[in-house]
């Protein structure tokens, strides 16, 4: 058993855990904020997507104890008070979910796409930066969508809008 | 209409708690005392089970039971069933094997399972599951369906010999066999229709719990239809009787098919749940959902279509051989029969069809209905044989394909479905247009300056949807009914509930059932509530899968608004002293038309619950329900075109260009419209491309069973869309409307390859069609028309 101490979503934690703990299962089962998900055991499909000090990770791939002492944000520390971020209400707008399943990890990694590149984004680039988040559900055009239009909105500019 | 009635745009009201974190799905949900399953796994594709030895696994630290098939058998739980009776065509009913929910004697497929463990954590559970030992006789096994019949293969069930479920035909052999003979061109290809898993992103899971002092179960499921659920539970596996037993299915995580099925795992944690007295939660992972949720398509078949002198069809014929894995799943019997063999006609005029359909058990998973279900494979045998005819013939595809359209409704095809209604010209011109189809030799040239392989493939489906009416189904074989309910619920204020038997897991039922409400009684979408998904909230329903929540699932609420209407209308008559046939309602009032005489609409809602005057003889309260049963299957029809790059070097293809036209009736909410067909598309370019399960034909063991090993779209995989609709009314139900969930995936694996291979000029081209594959076909053409060149 390890202890890990971290803020989530502002709130300092700290646990007494399995060392084998996976970060994923800490927010879960121990903190209880259930909109983390988990779609795969490969670390491929990206539902599980939260920021761990302003980054994306798979918090599927990370231990509980390798976050001691970090800041993490998930799905449910993303909107100011009752105020939506605006990649949220993008992907309201444009119909970018449908079970909503794969949508906080979506809506994380979609964050940290436009962070990184500082709004300046095209289609091709969302597409191939999206790699590792699977949707089953909308074939992705609403999910591109919703990311350049949100980007526009939090930078604005957007080099070629999609369709 | 109403601001956010029929044909409005309206953003979805359940987007809020999926976008925040709040969505509850089944591994969300815990309650008190609540222990964990981890299921004990057959490694072996065919296996005989020999003794089960728990006792290491019993102390390990938190395991609380550890429970076997043998003991389940011994409690008279049953076994699985498939629901849907198909006869062979000597007349004999189908051959279904015996499948426990946890196998005592015989595993048939990698990953059946035999045991599981209860513990107070997952990981405890999981752990101790890996120490259960199970002494196993390996037997040998059989994937490929092609080489599974007969008695000289690996023999699966005692039920059925030489692996055959059925021999089963629809249509004129004799008629089909003449015009063949008779025919000025005929077209024959091989077709394989690959198989797929569904990848719902939310993996299965059932959480169950016994109340002894009630003698009450809840099991809280990952399911499409949690009334079918309770039912199949209870009168066929016998785990909790009907009025005992709460089935709550919440927020669910995509379906596609896969979560309509009852399943081993339920079965056993709802047994495990009174046997132990604990609440059991069981969440599959990934590897278990690649292993053990029903599988989609997976069909051999040898097709031949007859053309007299002027390109007209006479007769088509189709032989195919139908894999159903190693237990025929509930559904799994009507799929390659009833919902394949009846759309074979597509969207043409034939004269004579026959199908012979054979199933098959191999050392598999089950396969049942995924998306589409049968009418995928359907449209790809039509559209593939129709690009590839055009092509022997030198016709411009589109030109064969308007020469045999079916140009006048109601028409009859041979193979049982009557047509009520469509315009597939409307359709291929709006595709033709979109796509700039005649531009298109053009770009292939600007392509080829490029060093690129540039092609264009079509594909007209059409599909049926609502699977309806009851006695029609009933007469085919179907066990159950397939009508819908719905109950609309007018509280005092005004407000609504709406209590709906379908199941919404992602088509967003909560918005546009509201849509029809509002368009209906004049009231703000926000004002009405949709209810589904809950056994003891929602009396019956038939759930929602095949398209049909739209077309029989909301015209069950359209009658029930019926009822409603009609009795708020005659109470308002009553209060404003006016005749029933001049009120209206709408915009939130109850008005006399023509006058300015007028209620608030919640002024009547209150006047019908405190009855202080109502009109002679009625009953106060403001509640109506409906059975709505459809006069007919419904029939989506479309024309979709694919333009791709092939890479000749890599024999990498780049989808350039997709473009569907829909004909989906009447539409209530053209955004969400899109996003189904958008995620049609997806899985279809999934399937021609990308997406194909392999099993080891030696050990059965299941190669793709990962996101490692089974490609599934992704975002840079795909184009951006370009979706439109045509519109023909659906004269069978109240609404008009016809169903746009399956759609894309139907529609667009034809159009896909038969752009591809014209692209590689080589249309010997299975799916999915990798960069190898494509590399190979691009390579074996050329070579080909070398040597018929020397």
Not at chain 1, 58 to 80: P, R, V, Y
Not at chain 2, 417 to 426: I, L, V
């Amino acid at each position: 058993m390890v202890t890990v101490t971290m803020t989530v979503n502002g709130r300092q934690v700290s646990k007494e855990v399995e060392d084998r703990r996976l970060l994923v299962d800490f927010l879960r089962e121990d903190l209880e904020l259930t909109g983390t998900h988990v779609g795969c055991d490969t670390s491929q499909c990206g539902a599980c997507v939260v920021h761990l000090d302003g980054k994306a990770i798979k918090s599927c791939t990370i231990l509980a104890a390798q976050a001691d002492g970090t800041s993490i944000t998930t799905i449910e520390g993303l909107a100011d008070g009752a105020e939506l971020h605006p990649l949220q209400a993008a992907f309201k707008e444009h119909h970018g979910l449908q079970c909503g399943y794969c949508t906080p990890g979506m809506i994380m990694s979609g964050v940290d796409i436009i962070r990184r590149h500082e709004g300046q984004l095209d289609e091709d680039t969302v597409r191939h930066e999206l790699e590792g988040n699977i949707c089953r559900c909308t074939g992705y055009h609403n999910i591109v969508k919703a990311i350049l239009a949100a980007a526009q909105e939090m930078h604005g500019e957007v080099r070629q809008a999609a369709e | 209409m109403a601001q956010d009635g029929i044909g409005a745009r309206v953003a979805r009201k359940e987007d809020k708690r999926f976008i925040t974190g709040k969505g509850r799905y089944v591994d969300d949900m815990r309650v008190a005392g609540m222990k964990h399953v981890a299921f004990v796994r057959s490694p072996y594709a065919h296996a005989k089970v020999g003794g089960i030895n728990s006792e290491q696994a019993r102390n390990m630290p938190g395991v609380l039971a550890v429970l076997t098939g043998s003991e389940l058998v011994a409690d008279g739980i049953g076994n699985l069933i498939c629901g849907w009776m198909v006869h062979s065509k000597d007349g004999t009913p189908m051959n279904m094997g015996a499948w426990p929910a946890l196998a005592p004697e015989v595993v048939r497929f990698v990953g059946q399972a035999v045991a599981m463990v209860i513990a107070e954590t997952r990981a405890e559970a999981r752990d101790a599951a890996d120490v259960v030992a199970v002494e196993w006789e390996e037997l040998p096994a059989i994937t490929d369906p092609a080489k599974a019949l007969g008695e000289g293969v690996p023999q699966l069930h005692p039920e059925a010999k030489g692996n055959l479920i059925y021999d089963w035909e629809i249509g004129d052999k004799a008629a089909a066999d003449k015009a063949l003979s008779e025919a000025a061109h005929v077209t024959r290809m091989e077709i394989v229709n690959n198989r797929l898993v569904p990848n719902a992103m939310e993996p299965r899971a059932a959480l169950a719990q016994y109340d002894a002092a009630e003698d009450h179960f809840t099991l809280w499921t990952t399911s499409q239809n949690p009334h079918v659920a309770r039912l199949v539970l209870s009168a066929f596996y016998n785990v909790a009787p009907e009025h005992k037993l709460r089935v709550i299915a919440p927020d669910v995580g995509g379906g596609f098919g896969s979560k309509i099925f009852i399943y081993p795992e339920e079965v056993a944690c709802l047994w495990a749940a009174r046997k132990t007295g604990l609440a059991v939660k069981w969440t599959g992972d990934r590897s278990e959902a690649f292993l053990t949720d029903a599988h989609g398509r997976d069909h051999v078949t040898v097709a031949e279509m007859a053309f007299d002198a002027n390109n007209r069809i006479t007769a088509f014929k189709i032989d195919t051989i139908a894999n159903f894995g190693a237990y025929m799943s509930l559904f799994s019997s009507s799929v390659p029969t009833y919902l394949y063999a009846t759309l074979l006609s597509g969207q043409y005029d034939i004269p004579t069809i026959h199908c012979n359909v054979r199933g098959v058990y191999t050392n598999t998973a089950p396969v049942d209905a995924y998306r589409g279900a049968g009418r995928p494979e359907a449209t790809y045998v039509v559209e593939r044989m129709m690009e590839t005819a055009a092509r022997e013939l030198g016709v411009a595809p589109p030109e064969l394909r308007r020469t045999n359209f079916i140009r006048e409704f109601p028409h009859q095809t041979p193979v049982i479905m009557n047509y009520d209604a469509g315009d597939y010209e409307a359709s291929l011109s709006a595709a033709l247009s979109a796509s700039d189809y005649a531009g298109f030799g053009e770009r292939k040239a600007e392509a080829a300056r490029r060093g690129k392989l540039r092609g264009i493939g079509l594909s007209c489906y059409i599909e049926a949807c609502g699977i309806a009416p009851s006695q029609a189904v009933g007469s085919l074989g179907a066990g159950v009914g397939l009508w819908e309910s719905a109950e609309v619920r007018v509280n005092p204020v005004g407000t609504i509930e709406v209590l709906t038997g379908s199941h919404s897991h992602g088509q967003g039922h909560e918005t546009t059932f509201a849509q029809l409400v509002a368009e209906r009684l004049g009231v703000p979408i926000d004002n009405v509530s949709i209810v589904h998904g809950d056994t003891d909230k929602v009396q019956f329903g038939m759930g929602t899968y095949g398209s049909r929540s739209g077309a029989v699932g909301m015209s069950a609420i359209s009658k029930a608004i019926d009822k409603v209407e009609a009795k708020a209308k005659k109470l308002a008559a009553h209060l404003l002293e006016a005749a029933e046939g001049d009120i209206e309602i709408a915009d939130g009032e109850v008005r006399v038309a023509g006058t300015d005489k007028k209620l608030g609409w919640h002024e009547v809602c209150l006047a019908a619950y405190t009855a202080h005057n109502l009109p002679e003889g009625m009953e106060p309260g403001l509640k109506e329900g409906s059975f709505y049963d459809p006069a007919n299957f419904t029939f989506p029809a479309g024309a979709y075109v694919c333009e791709v790059e092939v890479d000749p070097d890599t024999g990498h293809t780049e989808i350039i260009q997709f473009v569907a036209a829909d004909d989906f009736g009447r539409i209530i909410n053209p955004m969400i419209v899109e996003g189904q067909v958008h995620g049609g598309i997806a899985q279809g370019v999934g399937q021609a491309i990308l997406e194909g399960c392999i099993y080891d034909p030696e050990s059965g063991q299941l190669i793709t069973a990962s996101y490692n090993d089974y490609a599934m779209p992704r975002a840079h995989d795909l184009p951006s869309f370009k979706v439109s609709t045509t519109e023909t009314i659906c004269p069978s139900n109240p609404i008009g409307m016809k169903g746009c969930g399956e759609a894309g995936a139907i529609g667009t694996p034809p159009a896909v390859i038969n752009a591809i291979t014209d692209a590689i000029d080589n249309n010997d081209l299975s799916m999915p069609a990798t960069p190898e594959k494509v590399w190979r076909a691009l390579r074996a053409g050329a070579t080909a028309m070398r040597q018929a060149a020397e």
